[in-house]
């Protein structure tokens, strides 16, 4: 927590820093981000005072516009941090009451108005149904949709950027002074624009923590920002071309560009930019995910460096000082977590075992140990299969090693404790392209067991608490498990120990086939082993490509298994007839599974209280 604040006050004074440096530049010279430099070896004609003045007037309001847009996102910051202060503190007083009440009645009704902003916006699909789900041409994944509330978001940016752009520009004047207007005041935006760019691009935005919202979500809104940025650089750099081809003409450009540093960093800006954005267009990403991350690292700093050349001497450089500090910043603070949790004590081990279904566990003995929270990924690397790639996986599994000596079979002294106390946590991956199906195939060399040295970057996540939810509906799907397998484990604790309002547990696991049950067999089997387990909780399993009815069977009343795929809108119905207090729903799985859960519970929001919670991972 010491590490969040501390970020929170870096970003602050970094940003008060630009807005207050940047707004002090209005004394600076005129030019703003123009890239001017002339189109000719003979440089422009001297300017007037007048047209000085001008200039002057018109980047200090460049400047004033840019600041105000940084003014408006941070104002949207503060309005969802109260909304979420506002909702954790109703939870955490319905935690309190409920903790010893069985029928939790009280809770039971939803809020007639927060429902209808439920169903209509917060969980909304864009138009009817599809959010989750993506869209497909033969074997090419095209993305999915943003939902109703993020496309209202990304219509608020989008306006704001084209008015602040377009506003005040003057239109009916000479065209020398149309573009000149333009290509600033685009220059400028595209700079204030990187700030929350690069910001909610890390991993360690500190806005995940403050907002309680995805990384996954925040990818989404930086992919966005990045458009926006890329639009008007296109802009300015296209207007200072035209301001040079009316000067000068076509025949001068080449030689322009080649010898004025400040129209050539401009240009490689550009064209760095651009190729960025082509590059992370959904289909090459998912594809060629592992070039797409090494390009697109490299090309980021490549445009840092040339926009430092670009905005020299310029007072909007200070907005690039900012941008350039976050994503230092956060890539310390990542080889800072890198270093502390895995070296010292041996480092960090992982014991890697095959299972049926082409997947894999990986037990991993960390460096250090750490307070497990569901919910959590981190990101693995493992240096034998690929040493520059980290990949995100869900905590399945995480346990305190016992502080005994296996060889002496005595209890070890104090000192001992300590220099061999540790986490061990689990992770299930399952067999796809690149990272792990090279992870597969070394295991599969090593007779199905692999002992190796790996790296752990996280924790990450497990912002999530379910603890006031009298009824809680899990769906999974496929490895979609391992995020909800912690869950299951805390609430269950938690009721035999009386210290959340879960009175009903209804797990849902759809798969394929029976021995995908392996992948979290002695996970369940601890779980179900557990004080008052049969009280609180029901798991339902669905093999959707059972080889034989006889593999189909329910080995007690609360673990039953189906054939097929569940009936979502049944089950959700059946939970919300014999409903306890406030109902949450987790899904984890595919795209169709989690858009079916979205419209069950949407479609009840006037009937009961129940809220809705999807954890995904997009690339």
Not at 65 to 93: E, P
Not at 290 to 310: G, M
Not at 329 to 340: A, F, G, K, N, P
Not at 403 to 426: C, F, I, R, W, Y
Request: proline share 5%.
């Amino acid at each position: 927590m010491s590490l969040f604040i501390h970020q929170q006050l870096m970003l602050a004074s970094l940003v008060g820093l630009a807005v207050g440096q940047a707004a002090s530049g209005d004394k600076a010279p005129a030019g703003g981000a123009s890239g001017g430099g002339g189109g000719s070896s003979h440089g422009p004609p001297p300017k007037s005072p007048a047209q000085m003045a001008a200039e002057a007037k018109a980047d200090a309001q460049n400047r004033r516009y840019g600041n105000d847009m940084l003014i408006i996102l941070a104002a949207v910051v503060v309005a969802l941090g109260f909304y979420r202060v506002v909702v954790s503190s109703v939870r955490y007083i319905r935690a309190l009451a409920c903790l010893n009440n069985k029928t939790q009645r009280y809770f039971q009704p939803p809020p007639p108005t927060f429902a209808r902003i439920k169903q209509h916006l917060l969980y909304a699909p864009l138009f009817r149904s599809r959010h989750s789900r993506e869209f497909r041409l033969f074997s090419m994944n095209l993305g999915t949709l943003p939902s109703r509330f993020q496309s209202l978001f990304f219509f608020g940016v989008i306006a704001m950027n084209v008015s602040y752009c377009v506003y005040d520009i003057p239109w009916h004047g000479a065209q020398q002074e149309k573009l000149s207007s333009l290509r600033n005041r685009s220059g400028v935006l595209a700079v204030v624009n990187m700030i929350p760019l690069v910001l909610l691009a890390g991993r360690n935005n500190p806005l995940i923590v403050a907002l309680n919202i995805s990384f996954d979500a925040f990818n989404r809104v930086h992919r966005t920002f990045g458009r926006m940025v890329m639009i008007e650089a296109v802009v300015h750099s296209v207007a200072q071309i035209m301001i040079m081809v009316e000067s000068h003409g076509w025949a001068a450009l080449p030689k322009t560009i080649a010898e004025v540093e400040m129209i050539k960093t401009g240009v490689i800006g550009t064209v760095a930019m651009v190729a960025i954005v082509i590059l992370a267009n959904s289909i090459l990403r998912q594809a060629f995910y592992e070039i797409f991350l090494h390009l697109h690292i490299a090309l980021i700093i490549l445009c840092l460096v040339v926009l430092w050349k670009h905005l020299h001497h310029l007072p909007e450089r200070t907005y690039l000082d900012v941008v350039i500090a976050i994503w230092a910043i956060e890539r310390s603070v990542r080889v800072l977590i890198l270093v502390y949790r895995n070296f010292g004590r041996g480092g960090t081990k992982a014991v890697i075992e095959t299972l049926p279904g082409d997947a894999v566990r990986v037990s991993l003995k960390m460096a250090r140990p750490w307070r497990f929270r569901p919910g959590q990924h981190v990101f693995l690397t493992i240096p034998s299969v690929g040493l520059w790639t980290s990949h995100p996986f869900s905590v399945a599994w995480s346990h305190e090693d016992d502080q005994m000596d296996s060889e002496k079979g005595s209890t070890l002294n104090g000192e001992d404790v300590l220099a061999t106390a540790g986490t061990t946590m689990s992770l299930v991956v399952r067999r796809r392209a690149g990272f792990t199906d090279g992870l597969h195939a070394q295991v599969a060399k090593s007779n199905g067991h692999l002992a190796v040295n790996a790296f752990v970057e996280g924790p990450y996540g497990g912002h999530q608490n379910l603890n006031s939810y009298g009824t809680v509906v899990f769906f999974a799907g496929g490895v979609g498990i391992t995020h909800q397998v912690p869950f299951v484990r805390d609430l269950v604790t938690g009721f035999a120990e009386g210290t959340v309002a879960a009175r009903r547990v209804l797990l849902v696991w759809v798969i394929q086939s029976p021995e995908h049950l392996e992948w979290i067999r002695p996970f369940m089997t601890s779980i179900l082993a557990m004080d008052n387990r049969r009280d609180v909780l029901r798991i339902q399993l669905f093999i959707t490509r059972p080889r034989s009815t006889k593999e189909i069977h329910s080995p007690s009343a609360t673990v039953q298994m189906f054939p097929g795929k569940p009936n979502v809108d049944t089950l959700v119905q059946m939970e919300c007839e014999n409903q306890i207090g406030a109902m949450g729903v987790s899904v984890c799985g595919t795209g169709s599974l989690t858009d079916d859960v979205r419209d069950a519970v949407r479609s009840r929001q006037g009937w009961r209280n129940i809220d809705f919670f999807e954890e995904s991972y997009s690339w």
